[in-house]
């Protein structure tokens, strides 16, 4: 029988199994007079552990689209299990963006220099993966959901794709930072952001340099590091709407994400 899924409690808890499973329904825009409606974009590490409860749970939520973040290689390792009907796999071409095990070389192994690397690391993200975060934006305004966008741990490329999306749709900092920060929370975590990458040979030198105090750092989803990719934007593009502009989310493709996944706050369509 078709479980009833509750969007409106903790959004962790609508499928709690699937790592970093959530609903980012219900966060309300900066001028507290509509907020993102539920069941039509989920956040999520990644699909390749589904076992078939987690597989009938997720075809309940009738999604249409996935948006998988990951490289290749990430992709061959661990491939989405799920491969439901009607549903559409999105992958991207790969940006250039430097992988956090490479710049980690020029960082003390400590975790103070675990937590600059990654303030730098998220500052470069806006610039190097500019044109997977412009594309999926307007592949969702073109009725690509519900969707799940997702990568290794859902974390940092999914992170910053989220906040993207919530600005486009009106949201302030701190709904972002809120979303964001909500990752330190999911379980699991630290030891998918491993998976990922365990089988390349520069990461079993990087873990071996990098004490668990510093790893941990990594792992953690600190406002700082979001903040440093609002910053980025705000420093080099101007803005945030000038930023979306040129990466090709206009000014109809953000009306046209805001008809589609917003609502008033008595529940209503705008």
């Known amino acids: ?20 499973f959530r609903d980012i329904g219900g966060i309300i825009s900066d001028d507290a007079n509509s907020c993102v409606r539920h069941g039509l974009v ?13 597989l009938r749970l997720l075809g309940e939520l009738g999604v ?12 061959e ?11 559409e796999t999105h992958v991207f071409r790969p940006g250039h963006k430097r992988r956090l095990v490479d710049m980690a070389q020029d960082y003390p192994a400590t975790p103070a220099g675990a937590e600059a690397l990654m303030r730098d690391f998220y500052a470069e993200l806006p610039r190097t993966m500019a044109h997977v975060f412009g594309e999926l ?12 966008i997702h990568c290794s741990a859902g974390k940092d ?13 009106g949201c302030g900092r701190e709904a972002i930072v809120a979303d964001y920060v909500a ?3 999911a379980r699991r975590i630290e030891g998918a952001m491993v998976r990922s990458v365990v089988r390349d040979e ?9 004490p668990a105090d510093a790893l941990a750092v990594m792992t953690d989803a600190r406002p700082d590091f979001i903040l440093s990719a609002l910053d980025a934007i705000d420093g080099d593009w101007g803005g945030m709407a000038p930023y979306l502009d040129g990466i090709g989310v206009t000014a109809p493709v953000v009306a046209r994400l805001r008809a589609d996944l917003l609502e008033n706050m008595e529940g209503q369509r705008l």
């Open 1 to 20: 029988m078709m479980r009833q899924i509750d969007f409106h409690k903790n959004p962790h808890d609508v499928l709690p199994d699937i790592l970093n």
């Open 42 to 54: 989920f956040r999520s590490g990644r699909l390749s552990d589904l076992v078939e409860n987690d």
């Open 64 to 75: 249409t689209s996935i948006f998988d973040l990951r490289a290749r290689r990430e992709r």
């Open 77 to 87: 390792a661990d491939p989405t299990i799920w491969q439901g009907g009607g549903v």
């Open 137 to 148: 934006l307007v592949r969702i305004s073109q009725g690509a959901f519900p969707c799940i």
């Open 157 to 169: 490329r999914t992170g910053m794709a989220v906040a993207l999306l919530l600005a486009a749709l």
């Open 183 to 185: 990752s330190a929370h």
């Open 202 to 210: 520069s990461v079993a030198r990087f873990r071996a340099r990098y």
